[in-house]
């Protein structure tokens, strides 16, 4: 199952081992020549147009009380006009009280923006840090950073378009950040899947942490370890991404939405969190940073119950349903039925209520994406959407997911993004809902 990236248009899937880090992850990270060792498979996205794949991963993950979402149940959901608000407590499979994924994104959060509005008091905007340039790297650093742009170029072309409104140092670290993410994809993803394991995955954290602690490993760690030493990032994301592939990993079906809601987080939610104190929010923004960065995760968790909902077919043909158990079972509908591709009057009508669910946390985001710096708002603006427009796509093929994908067209793309640049241009209001008290 592919994440959902930046709060952008994601990475594919499905992209070979483009850059060539699977041997040394296996052989338990040692640099092979020097620690700007260049991926063995380079070629593939350097030297020539890499392979593309059809998947898309998408960031996210909601929190807080400010998000009425919930688990959805079956019938009589139509009926509603609000989902109820997330219990901050589930009962475990022993009969136990914990705390819901909800509550654990959460707390994450929290913690996110508290870096972020330190910051924030101390300089009165999100600052980057200058450069501290060794003898001899500056050359190396450029060249990785050009590297990162253009993988995402090539993968996420409408989010990479977006983001050449940014600050050149925003605009490169959006893009380190943007690889970190899609190399840590593949690892799970195909054809990789078979071959990682979970040490494969405790070496990526180990080399993760050496990054943060300045010790890359090769030219594109080291773009990402200029990043986070010029930003307030918090390495903490970027382990709960690990940890999403380690549950792709041992984890093929979900129980009901609180443990897909973490899965979301993990894989997508994390992106967001990443990525917002890169993108700024605007110095005139009257609301919270808490507010902003749940904003963040709304639009993560929307794309990525977006490609789920997209790609049940191609999960079901590879053995996955990404689609609460619970929610199913009240509908009348069996793995069974997903696996056969039955189209149904009971599928058309659980499918419903899955898009009413996404749509719920897009009209969340939307809240929030003005409270970003004005640079960074017509990349987010244009994920949301187009990444709608998916939902759409998915009703007019009349609910077959199994046999059809759905997809916006170049045309109808063409459209989105003068619009999306046009909402881009709207300023925080001082009267926002997402307001300080």
Known sequence: MSVALLWIVPPNKEASNSFGFLESIRDGNRALDSPWFIPRAQNLIFNGRPKKGRRQRCNSGSSGADLKYSNLGGSGMESRTNFPIFSSMVVNPTGEMALSSEQKVHDVVLKQAALVKKQLRSSGELDVKPDIILPGTRSLLSEAYDRCGEVCAEYAKTFYLGTMLMTPERRRAIWAIYVWCRRTDELVDRPNASHITPTALDRWESRLEDLFQGRPFDMLDAALSDTVAKFPVDIQPFKDMIEGMRMDLRKSRYRNFDELYLYCYYVAGTVGLMSVPVMGIAPESQATTESVYNAALALGIANQLTNILRDVGE???????????????????????????????????????????????????????????????????????????????????????FTRTAYVSKAKKIVALPLAYARSLVRPSRTTSLAKT
Not at 362 to 377: I, Q
């Open 315 to 401: 999960d079901a043909r590879r053995g996955r349903i990404y689609l609460p158990e619970d929610e199913l079972a009240q509908a009348g509908l069996s793995d069974e039925d997903i696996f056969m591709g039955r189209v149904t009057d009971k599928w058309r009508s659980f499918m419903k209520d899955q898009i009413k669910r996404a749509r719920m946390f897009f009209d969340e985001v939307e809240k929030g994406v003005t409270e970003l710096s004005s640079a960074s708002r017509w990349a987010v603006w244009a994920s949301l959407l187009l990444y709608r427009q998916i939902l759409d796509e998915i009703e007019a093929n009349d609910y077959d997911n």
